[in-house]
């Protein structure tokens, strides 16, 4: 039984991870040179593990779904 996807979760799940490591890439070196604007961006990053792990819970909830021989209605 192939596991149904989720076009873009992936990829915002990808974005979580990134926006963490810069997050503690700022935080744990900050005479690294980065561009004010990146300093000023990576609180965004602190948000970063909740978005991770809301992505992560929906995907759980479509494969049991799935699994289970539901679906979600869009």
């Known amino acids: ?6 076009g873009g979760l992936d990829a915002l799940r990808g974005l979580a991870t990134v926006a963490v490591f ?6 744990y070196w900050p005479g690294i ?7 000023s961006a990576t609180h965004v ?3 970063g593990v909740d978005v991770h ?3 992560l ?4 909830v479509v494969v049991l779904l799935h699994r289970l021989g ?5």
């Open 1 to 6: 039984m192939k596991q149904p996807r989720v």
């Open 22 to 27: 810069v997050c503690h890439f700022a935080a």
């Open 57 to 60: 819970a929906f995907a759980t």
């Open 53 to 55: 792990w809301v992505a």
């Open 70 to 74: 539901g679906t979600i209605q869009p």
């Open 45 to 47: 990053g602190a948000h």
């Open 33 to 39: 040179g980065l561009p004010r604007q990146v300093i």
